[in-house]
């Protein structure tokens, strides 16, 4: 009986201490399947100290999941995606990087130091997102780093004419799961000949959980007192709006569904939200562009970047998209908030530059750092 008591005192002890356990930061691969041209296909799981994970693939560089801790300390996947390679390859954008240009360029053509550049028309007469077969559709090389802040940096080649665009561009994106539950990404490139990039990542956040319903009771703040209007077509005009008096104020916090059937051109257009805010403050400083509360989960996403704007959009699928696990992912089931340049920016010589030239290196940088609140 002694010797009973003993054992099970001893396994309840280390019950306790696994519980009790922190989790260890690392970074771990495993093999995610291939391409229809057999390029092999991994995905890297990022674990920091505190157990919120990161899982990355090296094709599209996509953000798969990202498991963060609410106020009870349960964690819950809070980005839209698949299970499976083989969806990723059909599928929504969900998590991807997207390049060479995000969002829209106007008539899918610009013209730079005196030569006009005819990129693919995927989004009626306009290119959007780079074109039909951008940085999504490409697979990385992937180098991984262990340590208390784990990271993986991938890398690609984009050869001169790509999509259009001009220029060979060394690309590289890098994520970092850092110790106080921050997703931080950094973008490089360099560049052989004049060119313009304005790359992003494309999630889709639900901080209830992917797949638990509307996205309509998320409270959200913008750092920014404008946004750049759009057109019919969702083409920036160059023009520059105040946010005072439209649907488009979230100078103060309050619910993202609270005027999204609004009377605003550019709302009933969408219809709902797909707009880009400037953000207040220096482009190139790190600062604060959002912040999203979730008033039943108390997971709280503030977004930094060095970036000019950060586009709000909220998809409107009219049938829901089966995503992973079996989740039904709903119209206004989640929430984009895209850090870039401005949409047609190398067409509008009013808004912020996207050049590239040689011998410069694009860098630039976004952080979604996660935190609760009772």
Same mark, same amino acid.
């Given at each position: 009986m002694r010797k009973l008591l003993i054992a099970r005192l001893t396994f309840g002890a280390l019950m306790l201490a696994a519980v009790a356990a922190p989790a260890q930061a690392k970074i771990e691969k495993s093999a995610w399947g291939e391409t229809a041209d057999h390029q092999k296909v991994d995905i890297y799981t990022?674990?920091?100290? %505190? *157990?919120m994970r990161a899982r990355i693939s090296n094709y599209g560089a996509y953000l798969v999941s990202l498991d963060? +801790? /609410?106020r009870d300390g349960k964690l819950a996947d809070v980005v839209l995606g698949y299970d499976n390679l083989k969806d990723y390859l059909t599928g929504t954008t969900y998590g991807a990087v997207i390049g060479r240009f995000a969002n829209r360029i106007g *008539?899918? #053509?610009? =013209?730079?130091? *005196?030569?006009t550049y005819h990129l693919t028309a995927n989004a009626g007469p306009n290119n959007i997102h780079g074109g039909p077969k951008n940085f999504t559709y490409h697979v990385y090389d992937a180098t991984p780093h262990d340590g208390p802040a784990p990271s993986l940096v991938l890398h690609m080649v984009s050869p001169d004419g790509d999509q259009g665009f001009p220029g060979k561009l060394d690309f590289t994106v890098t994520y970092t799961l850092t110790a106080n539950n921050t997703l931080r990404i950094d973008y490089r490139a360099t560049t052989d000949k004049p060119t313009v990039l304005n790359p992003t990542n494309h999630s889709y956040f639900n901080l209830k959980g992917a797949g638990s319903g509307t996205v309509l009771n998320?409270?959200? #703040?913008? @750092? %920014?007192?404008?946004v750049t209007p759009t057109d019919a077509n969702h083409m920036a005009t160059g023009q520059v709006m105040k946010v005072q008096g439209t649907g488009f104020d979230f100078t103060k916090p309050k619910p993202i569904g609270q005027d999204i059937n609004g009377p605003d051109p550019a709302i009933v257009a969408t219809p709902g939200y797909d707009i880009n805010f400037i953000v !207040?403050? $220096?482009? /190139?400083?790190? !600062?604060?562009?959002a912040k999203v509360t979730e008033p039943t989960t108390g997971r709280v996403m503030d977004v930094w =970047?060095?970036? $000019? *704007? &950060? #586009?709000? @959009?909220?998809?409107?699928?009219? =049938? +829901? &998209? =089966?995503g992973k696990g079996g989740k #039904?992912?709903? %119209? !206004? /089931?989640?929430?984009?908030?895209?850090?870039?340049h401005f949409a047609n920016a190398p067409n509008i010589p009013s808004f912020p530059t996207t050049e590239l030239k040689p011998g410069q290196v694009f860098h630039e940088v976004t952080e979604f750092r996660f935190s609760t609140v009772k």
């Open positions: 990022l674990t920091n100290a %505190s *157990g963060v +801790p /609410g *008539g899918a #053509q610009f =013209t730079l130091e *005196g030569k998320h409270v959200l #703040q913008v @750092y %920014s007192d404008a !207040r403050g $220096p482009a /190139g400083k790190l !600062r604060e562009a =970047t060095t970036q $000019p *704007g &950060i #586009q709000l @959009y909220l998809p409107n699928n009219k =049938t +829901p &998209i =089966t #039904q992912y709903v %119209s !206004r /089931g989640a929430f984009c908030l895209e850090t870039q």
